[in-house]
T-cell receptor, first 115, second 110 residues
Framework: DSGVTQTPKHLITATGQRVTLRCSPR?????VYWYQQSLDQGLQFLIQ???????AKGNILERFSAQQFPDLHSELNLSSLELGDSALYFC??????????????FGPGTRLTVL | GQQVMQIPQYQHVQEGEDFTTYCNSS?????IQWYKQRPGGHPVFLIQ?????EVKKQKRLTFQFGEAKKNSSLHITATQTTDVGTYFC??????????FGSGTRLLVRP
């Protein structure tokens, strides 16, 4: 157990709909990252937040948005869903690891299926 | 745009054989990270390399970062069935953006 929680575990919805994925980072971690992993694909970095502020942006579609709240949990909003948005969405958090290294801890993921 | 190429895509080895996966970036990286994802699981952070020419070891795993900070490798000595999974490298650019390689899927025959 990485200490990062994601809800829901599974989500099935229809094209055109909007969904919200939630992530709670490990206690004390200030950074939250969102990734998309399509079937048999690699990981696509979407966005990073640090202590409530956007820090880095990857190939995140305009239909997607995210935010990090004062209690440090984060939400990823996906709107106008398309079939191609079906994927596993991971959240990760980071804080200092051993010997000062930055370690990213991944949550179990949310599997989104768009029908 | 910036890319991180990773090869091979798949590697099927006999238990006890060595395994290496390579990553190449089109631009200089601030650092490179390695992750392992077991089938059906989530990525697990293995290590981060920051310095040019850096070499780090974790038991049977050896990680290298190239002198130009554009390439990296992960070498596993004497593979075991527990090494099965997909290994990803991820390069971080100067704007803190992480770009993942496509991963190398390792299968180990017992």
């Amino acid at each position: 157990d990485s200490g990062v929680t994601q809800t829901p575990k599974h989500l099935i919805t229809a094209t055109g709909q909007r969904v919200t994925l939630r992530c709670s980072p490990r206690s004390g971690d200030l950074s939250v990252y969102w990734y998309q992993q399509s079937l048999d694909q690699g990981l696509q970095f979407l966005i990073q937040y640090y202590n409530g502020e956007e820090r880095a942006k990857g190939n995140i579609l305009e239909r997607f948005s995210a935010q990090q709240f004062p209690d440090l949990h984060s939400e990823l909003n996906l709107s106008s869903l398309e079939l191609g948005d079906s994927a596993l969405y991971f959240c990760a958090s980071s804080g200092p690891g051993t010997s000062g290294m930055v370690t990213q801890y991944f949550g179990p993921g949310t599997r989104l299926t768009v029908l | 745009g910036q890319q991180v190429m990773q090869i091979p895509q798949y590697q099927h080895v006999q238990e006890g054989e060595d395994f290496t996966t390579y990553c190449n970036s089109s631009t200089t990286l601030s650092n490179i990270q390695w992750y392992k994802q077991r089938p059906g699981g989530h990525p697990v952070f293995l290590i981060q390399l920051v310095k040019s020419g850096e070499v780090k070891k974790q038991k049977r795993l050896t990680f290298q970062f190239g002198e130009a900070k554009k390439n990296s490798s992960l070498h596993i000595t004497a593979t075991q069935t527990t090494d099965v999974g997909t290994y990803f490298c991820a390069g971080m650019d100067s704007s803190y953006k992480l770009i993942f390689g496509s991963g190398t899927r390792l299968l180990v025959r017992p």
